[in-house]
């Protein structure tokens, strides 16, 4: 994580003075794609407290008891039985963008020399692409989550963070589970999501596991998620992602809830560190969706790929909605206009702004619970 000081500059933050510079993104790739075990430092103190008074915080134990009302089971809660062709989802989610290549006039570009055989693979590849970054995404969830309950002091965030430990392994489980007997394909871990992950795990200070993971991380995999959700024709996806999302809304608003508190009593130049931190997770987020394994597995260059799908006004859109949930989130905690205003501009930069009056996720959790048909059906599976 970059040392903080007034004249940090994206150069110091991220290693390039353009946020849009694509042959730096580019530059950066895992030099270890068969290692099956990595490992990080991990150089937080685990914190015992005596105090057990429970509902000390009344929002985090109205979340603790959510959350344990709301359990499922990955195994038997899902309609495992259906039955999925990829081929032919990727065939139905072409139809419903209007199209292979959504409908759209490629010429001049590498696409125009794909027929419906590449298009049909894209998408296959693509998708498989995205659900192993969120199989990746959870486990930095599961080992972040087991951090949180070592480190943080108030017994209440410890009760809660249990919680998320075991949402956290369900959710590996599951995204494990559908790549591996659904779609038979997998991924390694993208670059940049590993090296954020890494800086997440590497930090001392408990507050930045959560800025880092509850509201950086999982905002944006809550985006993901809700955007897959509603664009899949398979069933099985579609309430695989219904399932895991009604847990991710409770671990966004587990961040916001517990980092409001702490922000309030924090110097400028401390609240300076974490406006940098959340601009360099957003970054890294954002650059992982380019999705640079999939074109090299297509046999396509990505730097004369990457330039195309980067002007694409679809991809933009998309690229931004992925932001609704954290710049919403980090208004909440005060980090957006914080001192000067720098995450503000950061974020206008990144041309994610306009975001920032939507609900945030401590308000709207209780939108994404699963309802009480749902709930029961779960406890009879």
Known sequence: MAVTDDRSSNEDLIGRADVNDLEAILSISN??????????????????????????????NKLYEKA???QWNGETDLPWETEVDPEEMATLSAVAMGG??????WGGTPFEKFAEKEWKQLSIESDAWTLSQFLHGEQGALVCTAKIVETVPWIDAKYYAA???RDEA????????????KLQNEYPIN????MLLDDIIEDSRWDMTYLGMQIMVEGLALAAFGFMQSMTPDPLLKQLLRYVMSDEARHVAFGVLSLKEVYEGLSASEIRERQEFAFEASVRMRDRFMQQEV???????PRDILPHVLEDEGRLAFQAMLFSKI??????????????????????????????????????????????????ASKTA
Not at 332 to 350: P, T, V, Y
Request: aromatic content about 12%; overall charge negative; charged content about 35%.
């Open 31 to 60: 030099t270890d794609v068969d290692a099956v075990i990595h490992t990080v430092k991990d150089n937080a103190d685990a914190i015992f407290t005596w105090d057990y008074e429970k509902g000390a915080r009344p929002a985090l």
């Open 68 to 70: 344990k009302r709301s």
């Open 100 to 105: 292979w290549g959504g409908g759209k006039d």
């Open 163 to 165: 919680t998320q430990v």
């Open 170 to 181: 369900r959710h590996v489980e599951v995204f494990a589970k559908y790549l591996q007997d």
């Open 191 to 194: 670059a940049h999501l590993r």
């Open 295 to 301: 074109w090299e597995r297509m046999g396509v260059k």
């Open 327 to 376: 710049v919403p989130n980090c208004k909440k905690l005060g980090l957006i206009d914080a001192g000067d205003g720098w995450l503000r501009d950061r974020f206008i930069e990144m041309g994610v702004i306009q975001f920032e009056d939507w609900e945030d996720t401590g308000a709207e959790y209780d939108a994404f619970a699963l309802d009480a048909a749902e709930l029961e």
